[in-house]
C-alpha cells in the first residue's frame, strides 16, 4: 500500500461519526485514512445530508439500522490527493483520477464484478456487496475520505470555483439529483413529451422536476406538495402545475391530462393513495421516499389498470456522470444551502424538522469560502 503524499498518513482530522445508541453525529478525531490498492484519497470540499442521515440517527437509540460505528456523509465532493497501488499502476484510473482531480462520489459503491447479481444485470445502484460510503463504511463529514476508484467520477471542467459546479452542488448531486435522476430515466423510462407527476418537492423533488423537464423533456410535469413555499419553488425551478396533492385529481381533469409516471419521493400511505389513483392504464408508479415502513396497495385498481409499480433506489456510475453533466450544461441548477461541517448536529434537527427547503452541503472548516487552503495541502 502506498501513498503518493506520505506526509499526510501521519496526520488527524477531523470526522463526524455515527455510533450506535447516540442520536447526534459524534465528533472525533481520527488519523486521515491512508487509501487501500484500490482506492483514491479525497479532501473533503462538501458533503451533502440527507433525510437517510436523519433516520439513522432517530433509529440509533432503539435498533440502529445498519451495523458498526463508521464516519456518516453519503454525498461528497472533494479532490483526489493520493492514490492506492492499485490505482497509481493503472494507467487508466492514474489518469482519470490524476492527483488534484475535483470528484464526486458515488455512494452506491458498487462491487462491478460481472457475475455480481446486481451489477452483471445493471443494477449496480443496489450492489451492496461492498457497504455504501457513509452508511456503514467511513464517509464524507470528515476532512478526508477513502473511497475505492470505481465509486469515483471526475466533474466536468474540473474547477470547484465554478459557481457552477461549487463543492455543494456536486454533492447534491450525488443523491438528491442522481436518485430522481435513476427513478424517472432508468425505473420509470419516462419518454419525451409524457406526463409525470412528482409528489414530495423537497431536496429530491425540486431536482426531479428539472431532470424531467429539462433533461428527459417530459411534456407536462405537475409538482405535488403539502407546502407552499415548496410548490412555489417547484414552479421556479419549471413545473409546468404545481398544486397540493388534495388538488392534484382536479387539476388533471381540468387539463385533460393523463399521467404516464408518478414519481412518489414521499412513500407514505396518503401519496401511495394518490399515486395508484391518479395513474393512468398502463401507466407506472416508480416508489423512492421511504416514509413509512409499510403502505397497502389496491389490488383491484392496480390490476384493472394493469399499473407497474417499481422501486428505485440511488444510481450508478452513468447515472453520476450524467446528472454531473447535466448540471455543467446547465439544465439542471441544485439548490444548497453550505453549512460548516460541525454544525452537522444542528442541521439534522433542522432537517428533522422541514426547517431545510432544499440540500444542506457541510463544508469542513479549512474550505470555508475565503479561506480555501487547497493550494496549501496539495
Ligand atoms: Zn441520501
Ligand atoms: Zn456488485
Redesign the pocket.
Known amino acids: 500500500m502506498t501513498s503518493t503524499n506520505s506526509s499526510l498518513s501521519s496526520d488527524t482530522m477531523v470526522a463526524y461519526r455515527f455510533v450506535p445508541g447516540k442520536t447526534e453525529p459524534q465528533r472525533t478525531v481520527v488519523p486521515i485514512p491512508t487509501p487501500a490498492e484500490d482506492e483514491v484519497l479525497i479532501k473533503v470540499l462538501a458533503a451533502?445530508v440527507?433525510?437517510?442521515?436523519v433516520h439513522l440517527l432517530e433509529a440509533s437509540a432503539t435498533q440502529p439500522l445498519l451495523p458498526g460505528t463508521y464516519i456518516m456523509g453519503?454525498?461528497g465532493a472533494g479532490i483526489v490527493v493520493s492514490h492506492g497501488r492499485d490505482v497509481a499502476a493503472d494507467p487508466n484510473n492514474a489518469r482519470r483520477l490524476a492527483i488534484g482531480t475535483y470528484v464526486a462520489v458515488c455512494?452506491t459503491n458498487a462491487c462491478g464484478a460481472r457475475e455480481c447479481d446486481a451489477c452483471g444485470r445493471g443494477f449496480a445502484n443496489v450492489c451492496f456487496n461492498e457497504p455504501m460510503i457513509g452508511l456503514g463504511m467511513d464517509g464524507c463529514w470528515a476532512e478526508y475520505v477513502k473511497v475505492r476508484a470505481i465509486s469515483v467520477v471526475p466533474v466536468p471542467g474540473n474547477n470547484p470555483k465554478d459557481s457552477r459546479m461549487a463543492p455543494g452542488i456536486v454533492a447534491a448531486a450525488t443523491?438528491?439529483v442522481m436518485?430522481p435522476y435513476h427513478a424517472l430515466k432508468r425505473a420509470a423510462g419516462l419518454e419525451p413529451g409524457q406526463t409525470v407527476v412528482i409528489i414530495g418537492c423537497g431536496g429530491l423533488g425540486i431536482n426531479a422536476v428539472q431532470v424531467a423537464k429539462n433533461v428527459l423533456r417530459a411534456g407536462t410535469v405537475v409538482a405535488s406538495d403539502l407546502r407552499a413555499t415548496s410548490l412555489s419553488i417547484a414552479r421556479n425551478v419549471g413545473a409546468d402545475y404545481a398544486v397540493r396533492p388534495d388538488e392534484l385529481k382536479a387539476l388533471l381533469e381540468e387539463k385533460s391530462l393523463r399521467v404516464d409516471v408518478v414519481l412518489d419521493l414521499v412513500g407514505q400511505q396518503s401519496t401511495v393513495d394518490v399515486a395508484t389513483d391518479i395513474v393512468r392504464i398502463g401507466g407506472t408508479i416508480v416508489l423512492v421516499g421511504l416514509g413509512s415502513p409499510t403502505v397497502g396497495f389496491s389490488p383491484l385498481l392496480s390490476t384493472m389498470k394493469q399499473t407497474t409499480i417499481k422501486g428505485s433506489f440511488?444510481g450508478d456510475y452513468d447515472d453520476l456522470k450524467e446528472c454531473l453533466d447535466a448540471i455543467a450544461e446547465g439544465r439542471v441548477r441544485p439548490q444548497v444551502e453550505e453549512r460548516p461541517m460541525e454544525e452537522c448536529g444542528q442541521v439534522i434537527h433542522d432537517l428533522a424538522e422541514g426547517k431545510i427547503r432544499s440540500r444542506v452541503a457541510l463544508v469542513p472548516r479549512s474550505e470555508r469560502r475565503g479561506n480555501l487552503s487547497l493550494s496549501a495541502r496539495l
Open positions: 451533502g440527507c433525510h437517510s442521515d453519503h454525498e455512494l443523491d438528491a436518485t440511488g
